[in-house]
């Protein structure tokens, strides 16, 4: 087994083997025991990230993030934009999502709709992330 991920700081954390497990970090392996031994002083250690993390807004008017969709090209349709894919893709969905994409004044990141669009449409959540960023920034 071979689990990999990324930790708060951005190093690759992997872990790997059938037990006793090793712990791979930065480029530092360690087996599972002597992980456990360590937890104390690791947890007593100050933890600070190696880089800023970057901005994430969690919600933004609704007519900022339909702006940023009418900006962006669509993937799949040509001459379209991924409002026009988010609009096809909410007219095949229930009723509740098609009056909540409609009159929502605000769109929550973490919120029930945006996943659902974003998936529906394929965004990824850096780029739903980017999205969010970028629609922030717009002013009325």
Partial sequence: MTTTTTDTWGRTVTISGSGPYTCSVGGLSVTAATVAAALGTINAMPQTPTS???????????????IVLISMPSAVNAGKTLYDDASAWIATQSTALQIAWANAPTWTRDGTMIPLVAAGIGLTDAQVDQMFLTASAISG
Avoid: D, F, I
């Fill in 52 to 66: 800023t993390p970057a901005t994430v807004v969690n919600s933004v008017a609704a007519w900022q993030g339909k």
